[in-house]
């Protein structure tokens, strides 16, 4: 129970990567706002967290809106009395070859993967640096190592929040709040069935051909799942991992090795 008494707020916590981690904060001791759009989602999943005899607010929360970023931090620090953790993970995705991306498009998944993640950071930062301590992990993924001739504004996303983390862990180490990143691979939720469905006709493939390629390629044999994305998570958050700061974590079962 290395996280009894603490508060994490999880975005994009009603399925996927934000559900296991969500899940798996509780197990540790965690007390969890689960700040999603998706109120059936939120409200399955904080089910799941009071089941595990853990308090669990919902709050809809638009990542884009800072009025909801704020609502999100007021009902925190009413609710709870204080602000431990943040997991940046709410994201969407699209793709298109590069001659097809629109304006919308690309601002779109730069407003939800990237700008979201600063401006809820921002948010909670101030009731971090009054305690000195807090801890920021954001959700990044393996496409913002990488190149692709089929997302590029995706690719940029991610990669832009690789470089947030990097930034927002060096302004604010002498704080006491760490910021990490983590970058998944080919992980089975949700949004890897839109991932594989807009991929496959851009390349000639059907959706079950796009799957069992990526598959192919993961050195690890296997896709990912949301549990192993989360306990990295979990292993970033508690003190264990206290001299770490500014990291982005390779978890794609070996796709990107370095």
Same mark, same amino acid.
């Given at each position: 129970m290395e996280l009894q008494g603490q508060l994490a707020i999880v975005t994009g916590g009603g399925r996927g990567i *934000? #559900?296991?981690?969500? @899940?798996?904060l509780a197990r540790m001791g965690a007390d969890v706002v689960v700040a999603e759009l998706d109120q059936g989602t939120a409200e399955a999943t904080a089910a799941e967290l009071r089941a595990l005899g853990r308090r669990a607010v919902v709050t809809r929360t638009d990542v884009t809106s800072h009025n909801d970023l704020k609502a999100m931090v007021a009902t925190a620090r009413e609710k709870f009395g204080r602000i431990d953790i943040l997991v940046n993970n709410a994201g969407?995705?699209? $793709? $298109?070859?590069?001659?097809?991306?629109? %304006?919308? /498009? +690309?601002d779109a998944i730069m407003n939800i993967n990237a700008r979201s993640v600063f401006f809820a950071s921002q948010a909670v930062l101030p009731a971090m640096i009054a305690r000195r301590h807090g801890v920021i992990v954001n959700v990044a993924s393996m496409a913002g190592k990488t190149g692709s001739r089929t997302n590029l504004p995706y690719n940029a996303s991610k990669a832009a929040v690789v470089s947030i983390t990097k930034s927002l862990a @060096?302004? /604010?180490? *002498? %704080?006491?709040?760490? !910021?990490?990143?983590?970058?998944? *691979?080919? !992980?089975?939720?949700?949004? +890897?069935?839109?991932? $594989?469905? =807009?991929? =496959? &006709?851009?390349?000639?493939?059907?959706h079950e051909e796009y799957s /069992? =390629?990526? #598959?192919?390629?993961? &050195?690890? *044999?296997?896709? %990912?799942?949301?549990?192993? !994305? $989360?306990?990295v998570i979990g292993f970033l958050v508690p003190s264990r991992a206290d001299y770490m700061t500014g990291q982005a974590l390779s978890v794609d079962g070996g796709l990107v090795m370095h």
């Open positions: *934000g #559900r296991a981690t969500a @899940l798996e969407i995705y699209r $793709a $298109a070859p590069t001659l097809d991306v629109t %304006e919308q /498009h +690309w @060096l302004s /604010h180490a *002498g %704080e006491g709040i760490r !910021v990490n990143c983590v970058c998944p *691979g080919f !992980v089975e939720t949700d949004m +890897w069935t839109e991932v $594989a469905r =807009a991929q =496959a &006709p851009l390349l000639g493939q059907t /069992h =390629a990526r #598959r192919q390629q993961v &050195p690890l *044999g296997r896709m %990912e799942r949301p549990e192993d !994305v $989360a306990n």
